[in-house]
């Protein structure tokens, strides 16, 4: 337990230290005017307050990651608490800030076009192209995965149908994607976000009041079936530690922030937040079942992740709390795919330099990407994703690379964003090479997440 404890506090520090560090180095200016204000459009970019924006931003990059993750991350034991604590504040901090700030500085441009101005035109076309097919398969994932939770929450009728609820979950995609940002995504998403946090901190909550024993920090893997920690760990647990999801959504929020100094607390603040909802998800998935990761192997085995959502939510917080809980674990991948496809569309639209304001230009890109999207499916989706099971690190890795050359042509300190870069591209390197031997295959199937 004091692994845990210390791992929360870590946290905390991490952001009143280090994160102020990378904001300094990075040179946030309060006096700049921002795309909210210079590029006004009353769609994309409208001001909202810095409270609204973190907790849009926080169920941005939230999805199902942290919980889902982290979950499965437990399985290779304790070793996880070290690698969300580090990863959060080293590399998935410095990738979400600089994702936002960059954006900031060009117009609130998408991530593609940021990638093309520091790494070249044949980067820009193939990060055009891959984040666009990642956002659609991220937000098909999102389309899927809460219709299902929602089918087996004991519905009968119409509501115990999936294509019902896959319906009504597309339709709100959809709705989400085109209008305008405080039409509907700044208006429901606050809400959801306290339920998240509340969520969280009521599982840890009782984490430790019923004294379940979580365990301390071991350097080795425990995975049951023997995968090591490097690199499936670094695979498994993306969010809650470095994501490059977050970087397509980040310049949803960039385009409404009011002042620089917002940036350290709404992006780099979002980004601990997540880890320290996987640090509490994955001390519960640790230590709640019988043999500790042995126990929570035969749940995810039977009923994946879910299943272990539902068991300790259940377990701790009891029938009442534990359907609440529940229904924020369903929140939160609907809250990340609506933005996914949205930024899809923002990627798209600065590529085409398309402008977002006529509302036939947001459906020109929109019909298009939702028919991939509900083709998506129809298919046996995991064949589809075991060859994406890393995308989400290569694109953070791709973004800690832009950082760094955007720090060094600037003459700034640029080892905070070359360092992880230089780390997460071993590990992406290292994975492809064990999938394309087939060694990985085997773990593939464990890593459907944001």
Known sequence: MISFLLSLVALVLGYFSYGVFVENVFGADPSRRTPAYTQEDGVDFVPLGWSRIFLIQFLNIAGLGPIYGAILGALYGPAAFLWIVLGSIFAGGVHDYFSEMLSIRHEGKSVSEIVGIYLGRQARIAMIAFSVILLILIGTVFMSGPAGLLTNLGFTGLLAHPNFWLALILLYYFAATVFPIDKIISRIYPLFGAVLLIMALSIGSMLLIKGYEIPEIAFRSFHPDGLPLWPMLFITIACGAVNGFHSTQSPIMARCLTNEKYGRRIFYGAMIAEGAIALIWAAAAMSFFPGGVVGLSEITTTGGAALVVKNVSLGLLGPAGGILAILGVIACP???????????????????????????????????????????????????????????????????????????????????????ATFMTAVVTTYIYKLLRGSAYQAVSHIRQE
């Open 334 to 420: 609907i809250t990340s795919g609506d933005t996914a496809f949205r930024s899809a569309r923002l990627t798209i639209a600065d590529a085409m330099n398309l402008d977002q304001r006529p509302l036939k230009n947001r459906l020109i890109i929109a019909f298009p990407i939702f028919a991939m999207g509900f083709s998506l499916t129809l298919i046996d989706f995991s064949k589809v994703w075991r060859y994406f099971a890393f995308s989400n690190q290569v694109l953070a890795t791709i973004v800690l690379w832009t950082s760094a050359v955007y720090l060094s042509n600037n003459d700034k300190f640029h080892w905070i964003a070359t360092i992880p």
